[in-house]
């Protein structure tokens, strides 16, 4: 999800109400889930990087995230939306994180997956997984892939990144191996349903081979 501040810029309006935009675009996603039958999306809301952002948008960020969990929580039990945490997001302020394992608890058993990336980096997640596997005796694709923080997710077919950048910016780096790609300069708080089913149009006429032929 990228572009929020540009959008803000676009409409001559504080940072916060292009992030504050972004979150309906979000509410949107989460609700097409259903309707385009996807079982699961993994929204990169902050990175482990994010954390070099002046502490008044971080605050700002934060903010957002517990007022939607607290506004949006009814709405994931009512549709069977369950909600998963990839990234160390234990280390977040103490509330956001009694909320957030009060929400994964309570939505525990919903259908389709909405993982949100919170305090994320894949370099992070890959070394973690890495040496985990390496305690236990043995690091392989197997062992590395069985401990990342997506290890219960299915695996991810199409990557979208919104705002017109061209890069990974370290998401899901180790699970991209084979995903396909999306990228559209449309900015995140722009980001429709409609977009998101151009996206999946795409896909849906690729042909995947998987290093075969
Ligand atoms: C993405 O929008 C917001 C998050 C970090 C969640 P940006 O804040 O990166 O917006 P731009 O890149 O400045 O437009
Ligand atoms: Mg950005």
């Known amino acids: 999800m990228d572009g929020n501040g540009r959008w803000a810029k676009q409409h001559r309006l504080p940072r916060v109400m292009g992030h504050r935009k972004g979150v309906e675009a979000v509410r949107s996603m989460v609700r097409a889930l259903e309707p385009l039958g996807l079982d699961c999306v993994t929204l990169y809301a902050f990175s482990s990087e994010n954390w070099k952002r002046p502490q ?54 919903g259908t389709r ?24 005796g043995e690091v392989s694709v197997e062992t590395i892939s069985a401990n990342l923080d997506t290890a219960d ?9 919104t705002s017109g950048e061209l890069r990974l910016s370290n998401f899901l780096l180790w699970q991209a191996a084979y995903a396909e790609m999306w990228f559209t300069d449309v900015l ?13 149009a795409s896909f849906a006429g690729r042909e995947r081979r998987f290093g075969g032929r």
């Open 56 to 109: 008044d948008e971080i605050s700002d960020l934060m903010g957002l995230m517990r007022r939607f969990i607290k506004s949006d929580l009814p709405e994931f039990l009512a549709n069977d939306v369950r909600l998963r945490i990839i990234g160390d997001y234990k280390a977040l302020e103490p509330d956001i994180v009694a909320m957030l394992e009060d929400a994964l608890e309570r939505t525990a058993k």
């Open 188 to 200: 995140w708080p722009d980001f429709t349903v409609g977009h998101l089913e151009e996206a999946l």
């Open 153 to 161: 997710l299915p695996p991810l077919d199409l990557l979208v990144r």
């Open 113 to 136: 997956t909405l993982a949100v990336a919170l305090n994320y980096g894949s370099q992070q997640e890959i070394a973690r997984a890495a040496a985990r596997a390496a305690e236990r």
